[in-house]
């Protein structure tokens, strides 16, 4: 309040501006003291490992990135790094709060949502081959990251290697309107509607905010229940149920499996780690945009890189941008805490398929 501070000043200071726009009354006071619920060490972490990041990837044109650490219980933002700071041309810019594509970071709340509705298990097959899908506007012709095809693959395979042909086809199972809704439910302000984005909604062609997007993986570590997050302390998290608690387990249950990994990420990806965890990367088109979105039994962890002025990396994806910073937050997170893998709720069955 008492001067003006530069993008780099400071270890949060798009939090801080937050904070005082939210108590004109206390900042014209000039109290001593605004609090937060930010963690210092952990945020100084964060702060620390995405600009490493951004200095080894200095050569492939990647400047910004952004990284948000919730609490699951309480919604409570343990960390809150909005931009790379003195590394960033545009350090102003609130990589939290900025609108992005997400790419393959919906799937796991398509896949949800088609579990809920009966439509699919862990273990039905789908079929990852070429396909022509009628529109309005012509043929939708979806291709997978390495352009190849595995043929006949389980669900469990498909989200957990991100294969981008069945996903699409389960959003027609689905609907683009009834996807679209479920997004909305879940704290996902997208400006348009289903019919707009249509069937590449399943490989998130509309833009979201980091806040918004680790919120709704928040739901996921919670049984599908919803609450707004909370950067001053005091607030008491509301839940409401946004998706069936059993497809929300099913789909915690396949990405921390790290053998449906395999056949995109190989055996031993930075997204396996020590301790239970469950976890998402996604790549926008072009590579405008990579994302690493997960969570263990106590924190929702969520990473964007890019370039905040929409230039496209140079081969950067998910796992190779922001997935090292995620690992190593929660890491730190858990470097003496354990993290449990959640309990089937009722009405989960578990059973060898064959």
């Given at each position: 309040?008492?001067?003006?501070?530069?993008?780099?000043?400071?270890?949060?200071?798009?939090?801080?501006?937050?904070?005082l726009?939210s108590?004109?009354?206390?900042?014209?006071a000039?109290?001593?003291t605004?609090r937060?619920?930010?963690?210092?060490?952990l945020?100084?972490?964060?702060?620390?490992?995405?600009?490493?990041?951004?200095?080894?990837?200095?050569?492939?044109?990647?400047?910004?990135g952004a990284?948000?650490?919730?609490d699951?219980?309480?919604?409570?933002?343990?960390?809150?790094?909005?931009?790379?700071?003195?590394?960033?041309?545009?350090?102003e810019v609130?990589?939290?709060l900025a609108?992005?594509?997400?790419?393959?970071t919906?799937?796991?709340?398509?896949?949800?949502?088609?579990?809920?509705?009966?439509?699919?298990?862990?273990?039905?097959?789908?079929?990852?081959a070429?396909?022509?899908?009628?529109?309005a506007?012509?043929l939708y012709?979806p291709?997978?990251?390495?352009?190849?095809?595995?043929?006949w693959?389980s669900?469990r395979q498909?989200?957990?290697s991100?294969?981008?042909?069945?996903?699409?086809?389960s959003?027609?199972?689905?609907?683009p309107?009834?996807?679209?809704?479920?997004?909305r439910r879940?704290?996902l302000?997208?400006?348009e509607?289903g019919g707009?984005?249509g069937?590449?909604?399943?490989?998130?062609?509309?833009e979201?905010r980091?806040?918004?997007?680790?919120n709704a993986y928040?739901?996921?570590a919670?049984?599908?229940?919803?609450?707004?997050?909370?950067?001053?302390?005091?607030?008491?998290?509301?839940f409401t149920?946004?998706?069936?608690?059993?497809?929300a387990?099913i789909?915690?249950d396949?990405?921390?499996?790290?053998?449906?990994?395999?056949?995109?990420?190989?055996?031993?990806s930075?997204l396996?780690?020590?301790?239970w965890?469950?976890v998402?990367?996604?790549?926008?088109k072009d590579?405008?945009d990579?994302?690493?979105m997960?969570?263990s039994?106590?924190?929702?962890?969520g990473v964007?890189?890019?370039?905040?002025?929409?230039?496209?990396m140079?081969?950067?994806s998910?796992?190779?941008g922001?997935?090292?910073?995620?690992?190593?937050?929660?890491a730190?997170?858990?470097?003496?805490?354990?993290?449990h893998?959640?309990?089937?709720?009722?009405?989960?069955?578990?059973q060898?398929?064959?």
């Amino acid at each position: 309040a008492r001067r003006a501070f530069t993008p780099s000043d400071g270890v949060a200071p798009h939090v801080a501006r937050r904070l005082l726009a939210s108590a004109p009354a206390q900042a014209s006071a000039m109290q001593d003291t605004l609090r937060s619920t930010l963690d210092g060490a952990l945020q100084r972490l964060a702060v620390e490992s995405l600009q490493r990041q951004m200095r080894e990837l200095r050569g492939r044109n990647v400047t910004d990135g952004a990284v948000l650490v919730l609490d699951n219980a309480s919604g409570e933002v343990l960390a809150w790094v909005g931009s790379s700071g003195e590394l960033s041309q545009a350090a102003e810019v609130d990589g939290v709060l900025a609108l992005r594509q997400p790419g393959s970071t919906l799937k796991p709340f398509l896949y949800a949502q088609a579990i809920a509705q009966r439509r699919l298990t862990a273990a039905s097959l789908v079929h990852d081959a070429p396909a022509q899908i009628a529109t309005a506007g012509g043929l939708y012709i979806p291709q997978n990251y390495d352009r190849q095809f595995k043929g006949w693959v389980s669900v469990r395979q498909a989200l957990g290697s991100s294969l981008n042909v069945p996903a699409v086809r389960s959003l027609v199972m689905v609907s683009p309107d009834a996807f679209f809704a479920q997004l909305r439910r879940l704290g996902l302000a997208l400006r348009e509607s289903g019919g707009y984005y249509g069937y590449s909604l399943a490989l998130g062609s509309s833009e979201v905010r980091l806040l918004e997007l680790a919120n709704a993986y928040r739901a996921l570590a919670n049984g599908g229940r919803v609450s707004p997050v909370a950067y001053a302390p005091g607030a008491r998290a509301a839940f409401t149920q946004a998706l069936d608690a059993g497809a929300a387990f099913i789909v915690g249950d396949i990405l921390a499996d790290a053998n449906a990994r395999v056949p995109t990420f190989g055996s031993d990806s930075v997204l396996n780690t020590r301790f239970w965890s469950a976890v998402k990367t996604g790549t926008s088109k072009d590579m405008r945009d990579n994302w690493a979105m997960g969570w263990s039994q106590r924190y929702t962890v969520g990473v964007w890189v890019g370039n905040a002025g929409g230039s496209p990396m140079h081969d950067v994806s998910g796992s190779s941008g922001a997935a090292p910073i995620w690992a190593d937050v929660m890491a730190w997170l858990h470097r003496g805490a354990p993290s449990h893998a959640p309990r089937p709720p009722a009405g989960v069955l578990r059973q060898p398929v064959r």
